[in-house]
């Protein structure tokens, strides 16, 4: 068996194409969705996430503002900005890029922003309101891993997904949305013993550990689908947590990196501001 490629690249594109034409029609009813994104220091990583994610809105129709502060910004300069952005009629979602200077309280910053428009999902209200299953915005990266599991059309429902990660950003998340899929979760980390024993059941296999080449042949079910969210340099190279041309091999489906989870990344955060949007609507 030689697992079939979940193209993220490509199915981020047609759904970003679904997205223009929500835009579309929005501003139609004469509201444009607006994203603001705040940069703070000259982190090369977080620049070009920051370029990629205004080059979608420019692909979308979303209205995009961008703030670059300097690195020697007080905090209390950017919770200002943060507050200002929360009565900004026209901004819809707001985004501030992590990480963030050492001098600075993420928490604090992040908490900031107005759950109705933390279209990152990070907010606790909104990890609070994931947790018992109401209606808020997904974190980005787990909804797209959640849309790419989704893509093979194959149910998740009384499936055994195994996820490995604990992180706020994506372990724990997608573990609830996989829940919420009504699947079976067991959660794993770089602590766990005999992590082969875990892995080897998994029909689903979602790993965010951020440990290049964790994950290999053996740790694998024949037919499992594999869902790749680590990047890691190696040699020079992106590449992620599972050894691709291995677990290739014995996998029914498998995220490649790069071009697996990342481009759905920015997606869902476009998805996420025109959601918030279209709230205004019913407003």
Do not use: W
């Amino acid at each position: 068996m030689t697992a079939q490629v979940i193209n993220g690249k490509e199915f981020a594109k047609s759904y970003r194409e679904r997205i223009k034409q929500e835009v579309a029609e929005l501003v139609d009813k004469g509201i444009q969705p607006g994203l603001a994104v705040v940069l703070v220091g000259d982190d090369p990583a977080s620049q070009t996430y920051v370029n990629g994610k205004i080059k979608a809105c420019e692909e979308t129709g979303i209205y995009s503002k961008s703030f670059r502060l300097e690195s020697n910004v007080t905090q209390q300069e950017v919770v200002d900005l943060v507050k200002e952005l929360n009565q900004d009629p026209n901004i819809h979602g707001i985004l501030v890029q992590l990480p963030l200077p050492k001098h600075m309280n993420e928490e604090a910053i992040i908490d900031t922003i107005s759950p109705e428009k933390d279209v990152d999902g990070f907010h606790p209200i909104s990890v609070g309101n994931l947790c018992i299953g109401k209606e808020t915005f997904l974190p980005c990266t787990p909804h797209g891993v959640i849309e790419l599991i989704k893509s093979t059309g194959i149910s998740m429902e009384g499936k055994h997904a195994v996820v490995v990660g604990r992180s706020n950003i994506v372990g724990k998340p997608v573990s609830l949305l996989l829940l919420h899929e009504n699947a079976t979760v067991t959660m794993c980390h770089s602590r766990t013993k005999n992590l082969e024993e875990h892995t080897r059941q998994a029909d689903i296999l979602v790993v965010a550990v951020g440990i290049a080449h964790l994950i290999k042949k053996e740790h694998v079910k024949d037919g499992a689908i594999v869902i790749d969210v680590g990047m890691n340099r190696l040699d020079g190279k992106l590449t992620g947590d599972v050894l691709f041309d291995e677990v290739k091999e014995v996998a029914s489906h498998i995220t490649p990196v790069p071009g697996g989870v990342g481009p759905m990344t920015i997606t869902m955060l476009m998805q996420n501001t025109v959601i918030s949007a279209r709230r205004k609507l019913t407003v």
